[in-house]
């Protein structure tokens, strides 16, 4: 079956790291861009980070820039988000989701997601 799998959530305390995890099964990574998307309690889902097939990053909210940022494993067919100086607002479900073969946010296979609780 072809999918994305998200893990490394957790709960972490205010002001620490995280790293999530998206990795897929059935189907290579590399030609895509991927999508990080989260949605809070209550709130809708919001884009927060692309990387591209090469790399590129980009970043829809200026409050995670220096905080957030993605990288590629290509060997281990995994995407990362590395998430620093965590705050309570970044308490959500984080889903990473395929976009083509550039950042468009127009996600199309979703992960199941991996709940960040961040306490204060």
């Known amino acids: 079956q072809v999918q994305l799998v998200e893990s490394g959530g957790g709960l972490v305390q205010f002001g620490g790291s995280l790293r999530l995890a998206c990795t897929a099964s059935r189907f290579t990574l590399d030609t895509y861009a991927i999508g990080w998307f989260r949605q809070a309690p209550g709130k809708g889902r919001e884009g927060i980070l692309c990387?591209?097939?090469?790399?590129?990053?980009?970043t829809s909210t200026e409050s995670l820039k220096g905080r957030f940022t993605a990288s590629r494993d290509n060997p281990r067919n995994t995407v990362y988000l590395q998430m620093k100086n965590l705050k309570s607002e970044d308490t959500a479900v984080y889903y990473c989701?395929?976009?083509?073969?550039?950042?468009?946010?127009?996600?199309?296979?979703w992960g199941q997601g991996t709940q960040v609780t961040v306490s204060s």
């Open positions: 990387i591209s097939p090469h790399g590129d990053i980009t």
């Open positions: 989701a395929t976009q083509s073969d550039s950042c468009t946010w127009e996600p199309d296979l």
